[in-house]
């Protein structure tokens, strides 16, 4: 089973890496990493997957078979309790749904987002989907509600950097 998952890890990781210059291979690699998770029943291995096949589909600018497998991954990662891969779903979909311009979709996904960085204490990511947040609320046309969510973004960044600086 280790050796399975490790491969099926692996093999997200090449689709990942190569999607943006070859999204054929990408989506090789990632089918069968979704094959193999399945055989094996490693959840997070197939939520990681379906996201690399989404962002293919992104990337080939076929939304709605994008959309497909963002929510398959959710709804994987909500089944199984995986905050974190629920999490990082919710941020990708969000981007895909504000390149379609359906903000409040957006906003709304992103604040699933938001509830589950934030149950988890990241830091990090609740400072990008804050910033991402903002930006939903700016296409909105409420721009106060756009600013706070991005000073709460650089407030986030900011208190990283502190840590960091503190820590060396």
């Not at 990493?33 to 990337?59: D, F, Q």
Request: glycine residues 2%; aromatic residues 12%.
């Amino acid at each position: 089973m280790k050796t399975d998952t490790a491969k099926v890890r692996l093999l997200n990781e090449l689709s990942y890496e190569v999607v943006e210059a070859d999204t054929a291979l990408a989506h090789k690699y990632a089918n069968e990493a979704l094959v193999k998770a399945r055989s094996v029943g490693y959840s997070e291995g197939m939520v990681s997957a379906y996201y690399n096949i989404a962002y293919v589909y992104e990337l080939l600018y076929k939304q709605r078979v994008a959309e497909s497998y963002y929510l398959k991954g959710i709804a994987i990662a909500n089944q199984k309790a995986l905050p974190r891969s629920a999490a990082f779903g919710y941020q990708n979909y969000a981007v895909l749904l504000k390149k379609e311009r359906k903000f409040k979709q957006a906003l709304q996904t992103n604040l699933q987002a938001v509830h589950l960085y934030d149950r988890l204490r990241d830091t990090l990511h609740l400072a990008v989907v804050y910033t991402n947040v903002g930006n939903c609320y700016s296409n909105l046309n409420l721009p106060e509600l756009a600013i706070t969510y991005c000073n709460n973004a650089l407030s986030r960044v900011n208190r990283i950097f502190e840590y960091q600086f503190e820590s060396t």
